[in-house]
């Protein structure tokens, strides 16, 4: 099982980044993937995840209405769509998910049994 991330970069408030989790050893129609961000001195916290079984999707209260989670099944891909990006965004992403459960709610909250390694995301003018 392999999560790889990328993506991250330097973008303006107010403006979009896409991430991506390229996924290997197992495919997006099972279990919980999301991201995660760990901003300095905080702890790593879940803010977009997807129950790729049934695409129920869980965002923390601080993205609602901002970020979305597609999938590109062909490329077993999951993508972190950024918008109306905020100083406060910043941090290191880290894609994770756990093949044995699919609770996206679960998923943010707990943390995942497998993570790629992170992406870093300022957000700056």
């Known amino acids: 099982v392999q999560l790889q991330a990328s993506g991250g970069g330097l973008v303006q408030p107010g403006g979009s980044l896409r991430l991506s989790c390229a996924v290997t050893?197992?495919?997006?129609?099972?279990?919980?993937i999301g991201w995660f961000r760990q901003a300095p001195g905080k702890e790593r916290e879940g803010v977009s995840c997807l129950s790729t079984n049934n695409d129920i999707t869980h965002y923390s209260d601080s993205v609602k209405g901002r970020f979305t989670v597609p999938r590109d099944a062909a490329k077993n891909t999951v993508y972190l769509q950024m918008t109306d990006l905020r100083p406060e965004d910043a941090g290191v992403y880290y894609c994770?998910?756990?093949?044995?459960?699919?609770?996206?709610?679960?998923?943010?909250?707990?943390?995942?049994?497998?993570w790629g390694q992170g992406t870093l995301v300022t957000v700056s003018s």
């Open positions: 050893g197992f495919t997006l129609n099972r279990p919980a």
């Open positions: 994770g998910a756990d093949l044995d459960h699919s609770s996206s709610y679960a998923l943010c909250n707990r943390g995942a049994k497998d």
